[in-house]
């Protein structure tokens, strides 16, 4: 089924949900192919591909709203699913705030080509994606005698879905992405088994990282890790590897996010256009980086994607409002997720900001821990190196940080300039001053 018949299905099925009693009706039809391919212990542990043709049908009928999902997208089977869905949606509950959004929030999207889709695709064979897992693995059991163990992988895929509502939205999205990635763990003596990776994800085939740099980095980052132990609590200095950012700064963007503000679990409500950071943080969400892995002209809900600035000089400049919190809200729509987050970048890297270290740590992961959206108090596990005059002195880990995210964001007084490019989450690494490390 190509574009153009996807699209008259979709309009097909709006046609007869309305005529089966929908007062509105929006309608995704999607073909996505996945595969997944894994070695381990020099044997391929894992082979899948699964190729899915999906209709999914949402139904907004008397102020009540329902979801519905079929893979049998023949119009002789769905005439029965399409009237049933209506049917059942009459017993359920009402809810005023199911609507679609405004057709206005459709307007002015961008007509640009941000290149999610390969052409290639078709060109990688089966032989050539099992190939790519081997080779991984092989690159990274011949670096080391101290390996135990080695796991490769590669995956891709492909997806074209068509959106349609029935109060005058249309939209087409394809694209495709690749990732490929080595987890390896090392012996350490008696004291454990410490362990590493490296993972990348892209839009085209291409821009694939080679086997040999990703064997070199999971092996020399979990070789790294051999010794580590302990080190006295106190307060330090922190520098937060980019890989790792991702982990706290997602305890500041979920409570920016419209369910959070509505349900009363987020330190940030009523923060807007107010300091909620040091001034080196700015982040902006940007659907239109070409081949970016979170690029997009319009969000799940059909809503028209913009440039925004989230924070500003450490300044709170917008929510994440989706069509129905906001109406729960009374707030204007922004965008229902992320797209493209990225932050505003430093202009010295890692290695020139650990010079100047003191006494902190390079945290290079986060393990466990939690955080409580509503009061913004958190506590994590990390994993990491202890600095020392400015020079790396010894691996860490067992050890925690804890604080008040309210508090923790002002700390922040450097940003690098090695942002990572192999996520939608575009950060660079962190460099945050006075700490609380708990360890012996």
């Known amino acids: 089924m190509n574009k153009k018949e996807r699209l008259e299905l979709a309009n097909w099925v709006v046609a ?9 009706v929006a309608v995704n039809v999607v073909n996505q192919r996945d595969i997944e391919i894994e070695y381990r212990e020099d044997q391929l ?165 080679s086997p040999e740099i990703m064997a070199k980095i999971a092996v020399s980052r979990a070789l790294d890790k051999i010794g580590q132990t302990k080190m006295a609590s106190g307060i330090y200095d922190m520098i937060v590897e980019n890989r790792a950012v991702g982990r706290i700064f997602g305890d500041l963007t979920g409570p920016m996010r419209a369910g ?9 409500e009523g923060k807007l256009n107010q300091k909620i950071a040091s001034d080196k943080l700015t982040v902006t969400d940007d659907p239109f980086i070409k081949a970016g892995l979170g690029s997009r002209l319009f969000d799940n809900e059909g809503m028209a994607t913009k440039r925004r600035v989230m924070i500003d000089k450490g300044v709170l400049k917008s929510y994440y409002v989706d069509n129905y919190y906001g109406r729960k809200l009374g707030m204007e729509p922004t965008i229902a997720s992320s797209t493209n987050t990225v932050f505003e970048c430093g202009t010295r890297s890692p290695e020139e900001i650990i010079k100047e270290v003191k006494k902190g740590f390079l945290v290079t992961d986060f393990i466990g821990g939690n955080s409580n959206s509503t009061t913004g108090d958190f506590s994590f596990g990390i994993v990491g190196k202890y600095i020392e005059d400015g020079k790396i002195i010894q691996p860490v880990n067992e050890m925690n940080i804890s604080g008040s995210l309210t508090e923790f964001w002002h700390q922040l007084v450097e940003v690098g300039n090695d942002p990572y490019i192999y996520s939608s989450l575009r950060r660079p690494s962190l460099y945050f001053k006075d700490v609380q490390f708990s360890g012996i």
Not at 16 to 24: L, P, T, Y
Not at 64 to 71: A, G, I, M, P, V
């Open 45 to 209: 542990d894992k082979l899948i591909e699964s190729t899915q043709n999906s209709l999914s049908l949402s139904i907004y009928a008397n102020k009540r709203y329902s979801s519905h999902t079929t893979n049998d997208i023949k119009k002789e089977t769905l005439a029965g699913f399409i009237t049933e869905a209506v049917a059942m949606t009459r017993y359920l509950s009402e809810d005023p705030y199911r609507l679609l959004p405004d057709p206005k929030y459709y307007a002015n999207q961008m007509e640009i080509d941000l290149e999610l889709i390969d052409p290639a695709y078709d060109k990688v064979s089966s032989e050539k994606r099992v190939e790519i897992a081997k080779e991984i693995q092989d690159k990274t059991l011949g670096l080391s005698d101290k390996i135990i163990s080695c796991t490769s992988y590669y995956s891709d895929s492909f997806y074209d879905t068509v959106k349609v509502h029935s109060n005058g939205f249309e939209g087409v999205r394809e694209g495709t992405s690749f990732s490929s990635g080595v987890e390896v763990t090392v012996k350490d003596g008696d004291k454990g088994r410490p362990a590493d990776w490296d993972w990348r994800s892209v839009i085209f085939f291409k821009d694939l990282a």
């Open 16 to 24: 007869q949900a309305k005529k089966a009693g929908a007062d509105d």
């Open 260 to 268: 959070s503000l509505q349900q009363k679990s987020s330190f940030l």
